[in-house]
């Protein structure tokens, strides 16, 4: 079990794609989208996924890099968890790593006005476990990746640790500390006109949208500062919000798709 752990750890500490939201938020992003899911792509989705849940699914290709099944340079290790933009927030089409914003609006494409009857069931099942995921990852102030944007070190609650990982995770489990379920509860309850709001616009626009976080977010600190209760009150607003964002959204870029 110690080596599992070790082997793990060390996977983690050399992985150069960060883990946006961590599980949890993961799930959570995947169940507020559920909820907000027309009972005919709830339906789909379900069928695709054999039963399971997209909650189920969401964390898939950030833990699939821990299987057998992963193998670099094939499909798995192209992914895109991250989004680029330049400094003034726009949207980076021509990138050399993955880009979430450019593969989920391809993927949009690819499948739209009910072509995704044309594809093999295995191809647009595992495009789907993709989404449930990848949606939540360009939602993560972190992952949308300005051209000058750095990854500082930072002191979080006495802990040292970089200002990513504080976004991934930190945050919200520290802070929160609720179920994915309970991100429902607590961010799910938008009116109509409030949910045609935030969902308007294109994947390349809700990448904008977090862009303009991110760059809040980074006016806040710099290397080795001490973040801590007065950081935190401030910032956890924006994580929830962009969870909630990401929820609402990933619900409505399949209603489109599976309408
Ligand atoms: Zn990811």
């Given at each position: 079990?110690?080596?599992?752990?070790?082997?793990?750890?060390?996977?983690?500490?050399?992985?150069?794609?960060?883990?946006?939201?961590?599980?949890?938020?993961?799930q959570a992003v995947a169940y507020i989208a559920e909820c907000h899911l027309n009972p005919n792509t709830k339906a789909i989705l379900l069928d695709f996924l054999d039963g399971e849940s997209i909650v189920s699914t969401s964390n898939w290709p950030d833990e699939i890099?821990?299987?057998?099944?992963?193998?670099p340079g094939r499909e798995?290790?192209?992914?895109?968890?991250?989004?680029?933009?330049?400094?003034?927030?726009?949207?980076?089409?021509?990138?050399?790593?993955?880009?979430?914003?450019?593969?989920i609006t391809q993927i949009q494409d690819k499948y739209k006005?009910?072509?995704?009857?044309?594809?093999?069931?295995?191809?647009?099942?595992?495009d789907i476990m993709y989404l449930t995921h990848a949606i939540g990852d360009m939602h993560c102030p972190l992952h949308v990746k300005r051209t000058s944007d750095t990854n500082p070190r930072i002191t979080f609650y006495g802990?040292?640790?970089?200002?990513?990982?504080?976004?991934?995770?930190?945050?919200?489990?520290?802070?929160?500390?609720?179920s994915f379920m309970e991100y429902e509860y607590m961010l799910g309850r938008?009116?109509?006109?409030?949910?045609d709001q935030i969902t308007k616009g294109t994947v390349a626009d809700w990448g904008e949208d977090i862009a303009r976080y991110t760059?809040?977010?980074?006016?806040?600190?710099?290397?080795?500062?001490?973040?801590?209760?007065?950081?935190?009150?401030?910032?956890l607003p924006i994580a929830n919000h962009c969870i909630q964002y990401a929820g609402y959204r990933m619900a409505r870029y399949f209603n489109e798709i599976f309408k």
């Amino acid at each position: 079990m110690k080596k599992i752990l070790l082997v793990l750890v060390l996977l983690v500490a050399v992985s150069p794609v960060a883990f946006a939201w961590g599980r949890i938020g993961h799930q959570a992003v995947a169940y507020i989208a559920e909820c907000h899911l027309n009972p005919n792509t709830k339906a789909i989705l379900l069928d695709f996924l054999d039963g399971e849940s997209i909650v189920s699914t969401s964390n898939w290709p950030d833990e699939i890099r821990f299987t057998d099944e992963y193998i670099p340079g094939r499909e798995h290790s192209k992914f895109g968890h991250s989004a680029f933009y330049t400094d003034d927030n726009k949207v980076i089409w021509d990138t050399k790593e993955p880009s979430a914003v450019i593969q989920i609006t391809q993927i949009q494409d690819k499948y739209k006005d009910g072509k995704w009857r044309n594809y093999p069931r295995e191809e647009v099942k595992r495009d789907i476990m993709y989404l449930t995921h990848a949606i939540g990852d360009m939602h993560c102030p972190l992952h949308v990746k300005r051209t000058s944007d750095t990854n500082p070190r930072i002191t979080f609650y006495g802990n040292k640790t970089k200002y990513h990982t504080l976004w991934d995770n930190d945050l919200i489990t520290r802070l929160n500390n609720w179920s994915f379920m309970e991100y429902e509860y607590m961010l799910g309850r938008l009116t109509d006109q409030q949910v045609d709001q935030i969902t308007k616009g294109t994947v390349a626009d809700w990448g904008e949208d977090i862009a303009r976080y991110t760059k809040i977010v980074f006016d806040w600190v710099e290397p080795g500062c001490e973040l801590n209760k007065v950081f935190a009150y401030k910032a956890l607003p924006i994580a929830n919000h962009c969870i909630q964002y990401a929820g609402y959204r990933m619900a409505r870029y399949f209603n489109e798709i599976f309408k």
